[in-house]
């Protein structure tokens, strides 16, 4: 009869300290939504808001095309002053069009497919 009675009370403390977790739980999201609808009603309310708006879509654009350009290890441009080159921060892993032969050099393709792939590579990059 003990050993029951123990387990009904871990039984119930558990349940209520479940209950204690979900409270918690809905209360962190209506703070949340809370914080979301004040946000939004400030970003909507003038210009300050619309302002602010802009300039974090801004930001994220910019981080965007910055991480998208940089992350590739090997790209090629068309000439040093592309704006595919100027953009990236490493410029040492960019293949510009003269240094596609030596690539391919390094590589020990034949000097044939070398001369028609750098050829049809120029061409795309061009």
Not at 4 to 33: G, Y
Not at 49 to 76: K, S
Not at 101 to 113: A, C, F, I, R, S
Request: hydrophobic share 35%; net charge positive; glycine share 8%.
């Amino acid at each position: 009869m003990q050993l029951t009675a123990q387990k009904l009370k871990k039984l119930e403390t558990w349940l209520e300290a479940q209950r204690e977790k979900k409270k918690l739980r809905e209360k962190r999201i209506d703070d949340i939504k809370q914080v979301l609808l004040w946000l939004g009603g400030w970003i909507g309310s003038g210009w300050k808001g619309t302002v602010f708006y802009l300039i974090c879509t801004i930001a994220a654009g910019v981080c965007g095309v910055t991480l998208g350009i940089n992350t590739p290890t090997n790209i090629p441009c068309p000439n040093k002053k592309s704006l595919c080159y100027q953009l990236r921060l490493n410029k040492s892993q960019v293949l510009l069009p003269e240094e596609i032969d030596q690539v391919l050099q390094k590589y020990g393709l034949p000097e044939k497919k070398n001369q028609s792939k750098s050829k049809s590579l120029n061409k795309k990059l061009k």
